[in-house]
């Protein structure tokens, strides 16, 4: 048995309809055709993202310092300065500002429910 690889991503919100609503509107995101009971999936390539009510026993307020802690969530965007900047007009709080890296620009941004998200604009 060979594991191929990461398949689909989903972030445990407070609020399903609002963390949708955020991606979609300051990121540009689509929604998938369908998606299950307590969740919207997005279609995104080449891996599903998703936000999802949290499991049971979840406590997204209680996880310190912030939800998701010590993972690297990356998405790839066409323009990642320009969405920063829109971001910041909407005080979306940037963690760490735009900079030079092998990927391109890459700056990290915390979503409504504190995750720490990077954007960078280089496949």
Do not use: K
Not at 12 to 24: C, G, I, L, N, P
Not at 79 to 100: E, I, K, M
């Amino acid at each position: 048995m060979t594991v191929t690889g990461p398949d689909f991503i989903a972030l445990q919100v407070r609020d399903v309809e609002a963390a949708a609503s955020f991606y979609e509107q300051r990121l540009g995101l689509r929604r998938a055709p369908a998606s299950p009971p307590g969740a919207v999936v997005f279609a995104t390539a080449p891996i599903a993202f998703a936000v999802r009510a949290p499991l049971p026993g979840t406590d997204v307020d209680a996880v310190r310092p912030r939800p998701g802690a010590g993972v690297a969530l990356w998405l790839a965007a066409d323009d990642a300065q320009a969405l920063h900047d829109d971001l910041v007009t909407a005080g979306v709080p940037v963690l760490a500002a735009p900079s030079t890296t092998p990927f391109g620009t890459a700056f990290t941004f915390a979503d409504p429910d504190g995750y720490a998200i990077t954007v960078h604009d280089q496949p």
